[in-house]
């Protein structure tokens, strides 16, 4: 059942408008193959894709299409492969849509901000997967559950093999690298490799675009970006590991 307005929108709702807006667009493509120099139609049908467009993010906003986006990504044949990237995307676009209109109808109700949080923790629960790792705001503490993260500071980095991790060691990094918390959408990452049994702890950027992020993790040596969105790390370049494992030779345990 779809929330009242402003809330968020429910499968079957937003999947029948989908259909109707694919069915709009394929017929104005057959009207623009019958008539292709008619500017009338040429404007029907960029309206129709631009409606389909709006439809698609739409359904990908509901909890079906958040499942199928999800489900995709996780049955390529290589998931680390750039070609998913735009699923990750319209995944995390999708999931952003739908806190949204849960905030705004908790507003809208007159909730207090942890009924508020309440309700985005509802939008999010069919989709949560802890991964080897944590991303979260350095003032509040609360992980974030939107977006791509990634470290551009490798210089700031520590690496240390898991067994010997201590509560310190986290404190500690976040004291060393105040200056860089303290700049907005910077946040502490840590990220268990599974390969190496290796932690890092770095400090991560946050952007809505897996291949943006993907760039930022190629440019700065990283061997892989997280996706709130599956709850899993993205392998971008497995060479890096040799990078991490001489952080880990250099710290003093």
């Not at 790792?133 to 470290?151: A, C, D, K, L, Q």
């Not at 392998?235 to 345990?253: F, K, M, Q, T, Y």
Request: with cysteine.
């Amino acid at each position: 059942m779809c929330d009242p307005k402003p809330g968020a929108r429910c499968s079957a709702d937003t999947w029948k408008e989908l259909q109707h807006a694919r069915s709009k667009a394929d017929a104005a493509r057959r009207d623009l193959d019958r008539a292709p120099e008619d500017p009338s139609v040429r404007r029907r049908l960029h309206q129709a894709e631009s409606n389909l467009a709006e439809k698609s993010a739409a359904y990908d906003s509901s909890p079906r299409g958040q499942r199928e986006l999800a489900e995709k990504i996780d049955s390529a044949a290589d998931p680390n492969n750039p070609k998913v990237d735009d699923l990750r995307t319209r995944l995390c676009a999708g999931r952003a849509t739908r806190i949204a209109q849960k905030q705004a109808l908790a507003r809208s109700r007159g909730l207090s901000g942890a009924e508020e949080s309440l309700e985005v923790e509802r939008a999010l629960n069919r989709l949560r997967h802890p991964d080897g790792g944590y991303t979260r705001h350095p003032n509040t503490g609360r992980e974030e559950s939107i977006g791509f993260f990634v470290s551009p500071y490798p210089d700031r980095e520590v690496a240390i093999p898991v067994d010997q991790l201590r509560p310190i060691d986290i404190l500690r990094f976040s004291k060393a690298n105040a200056d860089l918390l303290r700049m907005d959408y910077h946040y502490e990452g840590a990220w268990h490799d599974p390969e190496t049994g290796i932690v890092s702890l770095d400090v991560s950027v946050k952007t809505l675009d897996a291949a943006e992020a993907r760039r930022l993790a190629e440019q700065h040596q990283q061997v892989a970006f997280f996706d709130a969105q599956t709850g899993a790390s993205v392998e971008v370049d497995p060479n890096a590991r040799d990078r991490i494992s001489h952080l880990n030779e250099g710290n003093p345990s």
